[in-house]
């Protein structure tokens, strides 16, 4: 299975800060991730597909890049909606897996 | 728009079955471009893919190995849902379960979940 390691797990961030969270798979998946934001009793929503597609009605302010084994999830002026969990996940091979999450707290 | 609606049990004894049902609204479970996945999430175990069903002149389903032989996906296309039936549930099974739907495509290209269901919490327990 292709593991997905995500970094860091929780990071403390203030209104109108950048944060950029990073996503580590296990062999090349070419642009084959996505990321998805969840808040508490939600299911996850995505926010980005194939790497750095916005999804239709996701602010720009997330953004993503990355090939290879690296990918980055960039979140610019950060608005008080953004406190959540995001996770990344590959389609490039079955099992789908996802990272674990890393929380973005109030500071 | 495309609505995936959950139901099921909240509680399930051990050895015993677990099925979430997803109804759709908006779109059609036997539209062969598309692949209705079920995902389960946990504190322990996080975010865990567990298979997924696609409708092309029959149903194919791919399971995730570590539930292989355990689960079964089920469709019922008057009512337009699919079911997830998972049995000898343990405890290491309470989750929150999801329906959520991807594309799928017979050449390999990116796919993602959108939308989801609202989820399930199932507590396996006596």
């Known amino acids: 299975d292709i593991q997905m390691t995500q970094s860091p797990a929780s990071l403390s961030a203030s209104v109108g800060d950048t944060v950029i969270i990073s996503c580590r798979s296990s062999?090349?998946?070419?642009?084959?991730v996505n990321w998805y934001q969840q808040k508490p009793g939600k299911a996850p929503k995505v926010l980005i597909y194939?790497?750095?597609s916005l999804q239709t009605g996701v602010p720009p302010r997330f953004s993503g890049r990355g090939s290879g084994t690296d990918f980055t999830l960039t979140i610019s002026n950060l608005q008080p909606e953004d406190f959540a969990t995001y996770f990344c996940?590959?389609?490039?091979?079955?099992?789908?897996?996802f990272g674990q999450g890393t929380k973005v707290e109030m500071k | 728009q495309v609505q995936l609606q959950q139901s099921g049990p909240g509680l399930v004894e051990p050895s015993q079955t677990l099925s979430v049902t997803c109804v759709v609204s908006?779109?059609?479970?036997?539209?062969?471009?598309?692949?209705w996945n079920w995902i389960r999430q946990s504190p322990s175990r996080g975010l865990e893919w567990l298979g997924r069903?696609?409708?092309?002149?029959?149903?194919?389903?791919d399971y995730e190995e570590a539930v292989k032989g355990r689960i079964i996906f089920s469709a019922d296309t008057s009512k337009n849902e699919i079911s997830l039936h998972l049995n000898s549930v343990s405890p290491e099974d309470t989750a929150t379960y999801y329906c959520?739907?991807?594309?799928?495509?017979?050449?390999?290209?990116?796919?993602?979940?959108?939308?989801w269901g609202q989820g399930t919490l199932v507590i396996v327990s006596s």
């Open positions: 959520a739907r991807s594309y799928i495509s017979v050449i390999q290209k990116p796919d993602w979940f959108d939308p």
């Open positions: 996940q590959q389609s490039y091979r079955l099992p789908r897996t």
């Open positions: 194939a790497v750095a």
């Open positions: 062999q090349k998946i070419s642009s084959y």
């Open positions: 908006g779109d059609s479970v036997t539209r062969s471009s598309v692949a």
């Open positions: 069903t696609n409708y092309r002149s029959q149903w194919h389903n």
